[in-house]
């Protein structure tokens, strides 16, 4: 008797669940949290801006500046997974404080600070520098199997710098370093070919910008869910 129960049971709940029931399943995108050692240099953030930077000059008709404008677009649209929050492009940072010129050490500065708080409102600032890059011409570049391929390619040392200002609480965290990225020419740097170099470019310096943004801003996850529908 206990087993018939049992049965009956199973079958009365997949009924609930089938077509005819009474719950309705929706499929929809929730945000997901940051990192925990991230979180807290959001608390009571509801404007973010976003600066992108570089002391290095053009060079073989590589703009690195234009590519760097790139960057920090790229970098305001992986934000804008953080609930809540306004993010606040570069764009506008730089046309609102026109007399300001942003580097590694005018950031920092209090009259700086003070200006992005009151004139931007800004509650916190990813600033991303640029501090070295060095581009060589190989023979060889490596193929998909783990050897090297006859063609040539682009040795690619960069150290870009990542840092998260908490303007209220003056809060600061970082990640950098150099990191090496060898890969196939797509086109030469030299001859007109700016444009496959400076996305060449864009792709090795996204790939660790990637990374913080995974962290900050992890984009949301699927999720399902049952509703019931029924008046009861």
């Not at 996305?199 to 090795?204: E, G, S």
Request: negative net charge.
């Amino acid at each position: 008797m206990i087993r018939i129960g049992f049965i009956a049971l199973l079958i009365g709940l997949a009924s609930c669940g089938g077509r005819g029931g009474s719950f309705e399943e929706v499929k929809f995108r929730a945000p997901t949290q940051a990192d925990p050692a991230l979180s807290s240099f959001l608390e009571e953030v509801e404007h973010l801006g976003v600066i992108c930077v570089t002391n290095i000059e053009p060079f073989r008709e590589l703009d690195v500046e234009k590519v760097m404008a790139r960057l920090s677009n790229a970098t305001a649209r992986g934000l804008s997974n953080i609930p809540e929050t306004t993010i606040v492009t570069q764009d506008e940072i730089i046309w609102q404080l026109k007399d300001i010129h942003f580097d590694s050490t005018s950031v920092y500065e209090d009259t700086v600070r003070t200006a992005l708080k009151e004139k931007l409102e800004l509650d916190a600032l990813v600033f991303v520098e640029l501090k070295h890059l060095q581009a060589r011409m190989m023979p060889m570049s490596p193929n998909p199997y783990g050897g090297m391929s006859p063609n040539p390619g682009m040795d690619l040392t960069i150290d870009l710098k990542v840092s998260l200002l908490n303007l209220n609480t003056n809060q600061v965290w970082q990640q950098g370093g150099e990191q090496r990225n060898y890969q196939p020419v797509q086109l030469q740097l030299l001859g007109g070919g700016n444009n496959q170099s400076e996305r060449q470019l864009l792709l090795a310096l996204s790939r660790p910008l990637q990374r913080f943004l995974f962290r900050i801003a992890p984009p949301p996850k699927p999720q399902t869910r049952h509703f019931e529908i029924s008046g009861d």
